[in-house]
């Protein structure tokens, strides 16, 4: 009988099976695991012990203090103050109240400012994150016209700005003198979860409220680049909106910037990329554009239960676009493109003298076909598809006064006067209008 005499397979010490011992680990592994785990321990127990040691009520009736004698507000902090240091240093405060003229401006249920700590060794203080729990915003107008967010202290620190920026000009003047910097803050992400934001103008019977507010802001510094996403229910409508801007020009006032704002419940969604000034007076300059797939349900649902009929030629995708232009004096959208159907115009619209106290601002509008229908369009398209309009007049309170026009329809001369009212920017509530056509005069009521 022959022996068996073949090698046994070789042994791979790589291989650990689940009998295996365990391999020993080098000392100053367990060394170096030892003092992690201690560390975090002792951050751990050092925030305890921070927040524990902290007198509460001190602290919070200094801040308390401190925020009266500066804005003349009303702080009402039923929270804590909480500290911890991990993962990074940060600080939370809780259910805190701002009251002023005996209303409520701002709550918020809880605020965490979390603070890299290495840059704070070179007079960098970064703030990493930001986060603002069910915060609320109530600015009311009384019907008196007083503003009660506003202070007699905040009156006066507003009043006193340029004093203050001839003090500032020359503490940097000593401050490069002696050679000593100021520190630098930047600021990474705040993020706003469960927000409320309401204006509330009894003077004018006006309310708006921003509902469900989620808004997440990155920065690279606190002057930009900025990145800001978000949503929020207004008046009942859900709006998205997606900003960005570069770096923002603060002492000239000039912030470029591009935003996108979608109504998905609406299917609205309108950009605009251009700048706004913000120096003597707001100007904003850009590129604007408003499109719908649909026009006739887009307008059903912000008819306010009006009823909304179009034609079918008109129906479906519909754009506006042009420059827009606002300022205090007027506003306007020139170069003006309209794509209605299966229609497309091209136009410009002015308000002005916006500024002028005592006058009516002065409307000016015209707008033209751009091209001619196919011959298989239908009777409405051919009617429309040449149509020419020019018209001046005047706006009162929501009335659009009609003072002259010249209207070009299939090579006949019309013209328009009268006033036409509005229940609001799409909707006509009352028509009083006198058409004539060649020299037959026709007036049309309703």
């Not at 291989?15 to 020993?24: A, E, L, M, T, V």
């Not at 308000?351 to 033209?368: A, M, N, R, T, Y």
Request: a negative charge.
């Amino acid at each position: 009988m022959s022996e068996n005499t073949s090698n046994p397979t070789p042994h791979n010490e790589d291989i650990q099976g689940f009998d295996d011992p365990s391999p020993k680990f080098p000392k100053w592994v367990k060394w170096m695991g030892g003092t992690a785990l201690g560390l975090v321990l002792l951050a751990g127990g050092a925030g305890v012990i921070a927040t524990g040691m902290i007198d509460q009520e001190k602290y919070k009736s200094l801040i308390i203090e401190k925020v009266d004698e500066a804005t003349g507000y009303s702080v009402n902090w039923k929270g804590d103050i909480a500290i911890s240091l991990l993962p990074l240093p940060h600080v939370t405060v809780s259910e805190l109240t701002v009251s002023a003229n005996n209303q409520n401006i701002l709550s918020i249920k809880s605020a965490d400012v979390e603070v890299a700590l290495m840059p704070l060794l070179s007079k960098k203080i970064e703030i990493q994150d930001v986060t603002l729990e069910e915060p609320q915003i109530n600015l009311v107008t009384l019907k008196d016209g007083t503003q009660t967010w506003l202070t007699d202290k905040i009156g006066k620190a507003s009043s006193s700005k340029e004093e203050s920026g001839n003090s500032e000009s020359s503490q940097k003047a000593e401050e490069q003198a002696s050679g000593s910097t100021p520190m630098e803050i930047s600021l990474n992400i705040v993020e706003i979860t469960d927000g409320r934001f309401v204006w509330d103008d009894q003077s004018k019977g006006e309310k708006q409220a921003a509902e469900d507010l989620d808004i997440r802001l990155k920065a690279e510094s606190l002057t930009g680049p900025f990145e800001v996403n978000g949503g929020t229910l207004w008046n009942g409508h859900k709006i998205e909106a997606k900003i960005n801007t570069t770096e923002l020009d603060l002492q000239n006032g000039l912030y470029p910037v591009q935003i996108k704002i979608a109504l998905p419940q609406n299917n609205i969604q309108a950009e605009y990329s251009g700048t706004i000034t913000q120096k003597q007076d707001l100007k904003v300059e850009g590129d604007v554009s408003v499109e719908t797939s649909d026009i006739e349900s887009a307008l059903a649902s912000l008819s306010n239960g009006n009823t909304v009929s179009f034609p079918e030629e008109l129906a479906g995708k519909s754009r506006l676009s042009g420059k827009l232009n606002v300022s205090p004096k007027e506003l306007s959208l020139l170069g003006m493109q309209l794509e209605l159907g299966q229609l497309a115009y091209s136009g410009n619209l002015k308000l002005e003298g916006l500024d002028k106290e005592g006058s009516l601002p002065q409307v000016s509008f015209d707008i033209k076909s751009n091209a001619k229908a196919d011959a298989n369009a239908s009777s409405l398209i051919k009617f429309m598809d040449d149509l020419s309009v020019t018209a001046s007049g005047t706006m009162k309170d929501s009335f659009l006064v009609i003072n002259q026009s010249k209207l070009q329809v299939e090579s006949n001369d019309l013209s328009l006067k009268g006033n036409i009212g509005f229940v609001d920017l799409f909707f006509i509530s009352k028509a009083d209008i006198s058409l004539q056509v060649e020299s037959n005069d026709l007036s049309l009521k309703g």
